[in-house]
């Protein structure tokens, strides 16, 4: 059996990984040590199901994993933030999409920097982002799709928002799958991140925040 946090989450030793992060936390490991080894970990496994060797129960496994660890970091994380937001953020998987890893990552990594996150989950029509949108008012919309059809769904939901006149209040990211320049002009987006590490470095820099 793998003894490292990185081979034990790809590996979907469970029970042996979450043990391990909660003996890194109490002997005082840095918690944003221990969110990097994860990070690197869920992109070997998304390397995984893109290459066909993991499957979607592998997906999934690797999720729940990826819950509870967050589970116990999160406290920590949020201890040495700053009590007040950095901003609003809309996320959402888009309608016709049920993939909620990467979403949820992304979500987690935005809320340890400091974003309110309003998270609508997967499967999103395009006119629940509207009412979200009317209701918080936020600088930034994220929507994630894994799925190619997600890239439809993506174009329509700022089609939407366009047509609701929310278009030039907020900035809006892409993410998850195969995303690049060509699908980010497709959509409609004002940037596309790779993952949730460059979610966070964009929606700082259009906050302006450091």
């Known amino acids: 059996m793998p003894e490292d946090l990185i081979n034990l989450i790809v590996d979907l030793y469970e029970k042996e990984a979450i043990e391990l992060v909660q003996k890194k936390v109490e002997v005082g490991e840095d918690p944003l040590k221990i ?7 869920m992109a070997k ?38 009590a007040e937001s950095l ?13 909620d890893i990467g979403k949820d990552i992304v979500r987690f990594m935005l809320e340890t920097n400091g974003f309110e996150v309003y998270d609508l ?10 009412e979200k949108i009317k209701e918080v008012n936020p600088e930034i919309i994220a929507l994630s799709g894994f799925l190619t059809l997600a890239y439809n769904s993506m174009k329509e939901t700022i089609e939407e928002i366009k047509k609701a006149g929310l278009r030039e209040k907020a900035k809006i990211m892409i993410g998850g799958g195969q995303m690049d320049e060509r699908i980010r002009k497709y959509v409609g ?14 929606a700082k820099k259009w906050v302006g925040a450091k």
């Open 87 to 99: 901003g609003k953020i809309v996320l959402g998987t888009v309608f016709g999409d049920i993939h």
């Open 45 to 82: 496994v998304g390397e995984k199901f893109e290459n066909k060797e993991f499957f979607l129960p592998d997906l999934i496994m690797s999720g729940e994993i990826l819950r509870q660890i967050t589970e116990i970091l999160e406290p920590k994380l949020k201890a040495g933030l700053k």
């Open 121 to 130: 989950g997967v499967d999103v029509p395009k006119g629940k982002f509207v």
């Open 35 to 41: 969110l990097d080894q994860v990070r690197l970990a």
């Open 189 to 202: 987006a004002d940037a596309y991140g790779e993952d949730a590490v460059e979610a966070v470095v964009l």
